[in-house]
Each structure stands twice: as structure tokens, then as C-alpha cells.
């Protein structure tokens, strides 16, 4: 962990005691998380590198209203200009809660902030996320999820991204062993691409994955996960097959 990432930590951590200390009655989320590789609707955007994602989440009151602040930077040097917030206010909620079809669903919208660089020199962008989930649609406890991310330059930016979409398809099924006391989550996911990244209109990749969660102290959690990416399209990844992780832990207030 280089200096700047572990200010930017303190920093975050020093929040969550200052809302902790003026009693607002706020759910506070703070994860740090490490990628061995972040692919991004499968873009691999900091290379080769291992990444760390120290994030805050703050939900407010319980009215389904939050933001998420996020710190993005590479363990490696080299993409130093590619250091990042990114700002994440998002709305979640339930439809239709007491029916077999039961929506779940999130739309948040996202700014990237490349605070070392000048709007015009960065790719500072804008991308909105529509998330939904059905949990009782299907037997067996399978559970069905689409998401869209629609991005796009934001005002005198210097990105030459273009807009686009991506559509994401997953299947999640949560798998009951005796060896561990919490289950283990299976994932499977593939995504179109429409043109986001400035990528094809195509298949982009297909992603397979195994995860579980370890409660380790009250409110927190450990939750590591291994996964397969298999790329389909060229524009999106130049390697076709990449396995990565992901370590998560998370403390809620």
C-alpha cells in the first residue's frame, strides 16, 4: 500500500468517526478491497497490475437513498495519471415485494474524478447504472440479475471513449456445504457490448465465479472470491482467457 492509498484510507476512516461522533443515524459501509487484476465490463484498465479499492458507503436513514465514494489506484507503478474517486449516488428499492416476481433494483450514477490530472488532459467520465435483480422467480433458489451501464465523456473532458452500453446477464446461486458455516455463492455472467469503451457491438466476455464470506467480528466480514473470464471480443480484451480474485472486508456501522 503506497502512501497516498493509505491517507485516502485514514481519510475515510476519520469520516465514519466524525458521523459516528455527531450520533447521525446514518448505516455507514467501509470496504477495502483488493483486485489481482480489475476488469471493468471486462476491460482490463490498469493492465497486469493488482488493484486496491478502499470505498465508504453511506446509506441514509434507511429511506433506500446512499453514495458510495471509491479510491482507485494500481499496487504498480505506471499508472499513477490513472488514480481516481469516483462518486456514486444511487437510489435501491423493491417492487412488487410480496409477489413471486419481486424486483430488487439500484440506479446510481457514477463521476470519475482524476484528481491528478486536468479535466481536459483525463478521461473523466459519466456512467449511470441500472441494476435489478428478481430473487423468487426461479426454483431452486437460482437468482437472475441484469444490469446496464450506460457512460459517456463528461463536460470538457479530454476522453475519447465516446458513449455506449453494456448489458451484464447473471445467474447467482448460493450452495449450501457442511464444511463452512456460510454458503458458497456461484456466479455466472455474460455481457453485450454496445459500443461502450469505444468497443464492438458484440458478445463482449463470459464470467464464472466462486465466492463465500467469513463473519469475523460483529458487522464484519471477510469475503473472498476466485474468477474466469472468457473474451469473446477482441476491443473489450486482448487476452482471452484471465483467471483473477477479489478479497473483500467489509465493517457496517
Known amino acids: 500500500m503506497n ?9 475515510l476512516l476519520s469520516l465514519v468517526g466524525t458521523a459516528q461522533a455527531e450520533g447521525d443515524d446514518i448505516s ?19 493492465g497486469q497490475q493488482s488493484v486496491f479499492f478502499p470505498t465508504i458507503d453511506l446509506d441514509f436513514f434507511g429511506t433506500g437513498l ?14 499513477v495519471d490513472e488514480q481516481r474517486f469516483e462518486y456514486r449516488p ?32 483525463s478521461n473523466t467520465s459519466w456512467e449511470w447504472i ?31 471513449i465516446g458513449s455506449g452500453w453494456a448489458h451484464r446477464f447473471i ?34 466476455y463470459a464470467t464464472f465465479g466462486i465466492s463465500t464470506r467469513f463473519d469475523i467480528a460483529e458487522n464484519m466480514a471477510f469475503v473472498p472470491g476466485v474468477y474466469q473470464q472468457i473474451t469473446m471480443d477482441r476491443s473489450i480484451n486482448q487476452n482471452k482467457d484471465i483467471t483473477y480474485c477479489i478479497l473483500s472486508l467489509k465493517y457496517k456501522f
Request: proline share 6%; glycine share 8%.
Open 90 to 121: 444511487y437510489y435501491r428499492s423493491i417492487l412488487f415485494g410480496d409477489q413471486s416476481y419481486a424486483t430488487y433494483y439500484n440506479i446510481s450514477a457514477g463521476y470519475e474524478h482524476y484528481y491528478g490530472l486536468s479535466p481536459s488532459s
Open 171 to 204: 445467474l447467482g446461486y448460493d450452495l449450501q456445504t457442511p464444511q463452512i458455516p456460510e454458503p458458497l455463492h456461484l456466479s455466472s455472467e455474460v455481457a453485450y457490448s454496445d459500443g461502450i469503451i469505444g468497443s464492438d457491438h458484440d458478445w463482449a
Open 28 to 46: 455507514i459501509t467501509l470496504e477495502l478491497e483488493y483486485w489481482s487484476r480489475w476488469l471493468s465490463k471486462g476491460a482490463s484498465l490498469y
Open 3 to 11: 502512501n497516498r492509498t493509505f491517507l485516502i484510507v485514514v481519510f
Open 130 to 160: 441500472f441494476a435489478f435483480s428478481w430473487p423468487n422467480i426461479m426454483p431452486e433458489g437460482i437468482v437472475p440479475s441484469y444490469i446496464a451501464h450506460y457512460e459517456y465523456p463528461a463536460a470538457n473532458s479530454g476522453a475519447d
Open 66 to 79: 446512499g453514495t458510495r465514494v471509491t479510491h482507485r489506484s494500481a499496487f504498480g507503478s505506471g499508472y
